[in-house]
């Protein structure tokens, strides 16, 4: 591992420490709910839908240390954060070590 990869998964461990809460993971094949911990954020952005308006929607994002999972969460997995049960919709790994989880409330 590099230098810099060694303090990226230094800091992100104290990022998860510090700003993580628990969650619960839903995951495919997997017999029960499985309690984890992760980094959520419902933070608004702007999209341009091509028409020149700007639009904002709110695109929740948990983020995860993959090392702390029984098994990779893939898409159509859920993840229950705060109470509210979301669907996973997107993976994305850092290169780091940590997953970028986007996600979807399900209704």
Do not use: C, W
């Not at 990869?5 to 993971?25: H, K």
């Not at 028409?51 to 098994?71: I, K």
């Not at 859920?78 to 989880?101: C, M």
Request: charged share 20%.
């Amino acid at each position: 591992m590099t230098v810099f990869g060694d303090l990226t998964r230094a800091m992100s461990s104290i990022v998860l420490t510090t700003f993580g809460e628990p969650v619960v993971f839903h995951l495919e094949g997997q017999a029960e709910a499985l309690p984890g911990r992760g980094v959520f954020s419902a933070a608004h952005q702007e999209v341009d839908a091509s028409t020149g308006v700007p639009v904002s929607m709110a695109q929740p994002v948990l983020e995860v240390r993959l090392a702390d999972l029984p098994a990779t969460p893939t898409e159509g997995d859920a993840v229950t954060v705060q109470g509210v049960l979301y669907l996973i919709v997107e993976v994305r790994p850092d290169g780091h070590g940590f997953l970028k989880l986007l996600l979807h409330k399900n209704k």
